[in-house]
């Protein structure tokens, strides 16, 4: 789940917890890792 040297970020239906194998956990774990992509990016 970490990324991989800022670089490489993970998201999926295998991140979503409670909703894992799920389409919405798919989309709410996209959305979360795109909010985090955008958070770091805006931070450097
Ligand atoms: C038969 C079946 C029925 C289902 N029914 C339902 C349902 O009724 N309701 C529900 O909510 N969920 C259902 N699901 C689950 C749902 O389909 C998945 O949870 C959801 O599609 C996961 O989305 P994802 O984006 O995480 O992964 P995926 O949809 O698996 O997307 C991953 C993508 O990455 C691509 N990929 C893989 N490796 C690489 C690589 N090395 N390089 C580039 N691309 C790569 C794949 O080709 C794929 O397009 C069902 C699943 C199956 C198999």
Redesign the pocket.
């Known amino acids: 789940m970490q990324p991989v040297a800022e670089k490489i970020f993970f ?6 917890g409670p909703l ?8 709410l ?2 959305e979360a890792v795109a909010r985090q992509v955008v958070a770091r990016l805006a931070a450097k």
Not at 11 to 16: M, R, T, V
Not at 20 to 27: L, N, S
């Open positions: 998201a999926g239906e295998h991140l979503a894992m194998q799920t389409c919405g956990g798919a989309r774990s996209g």
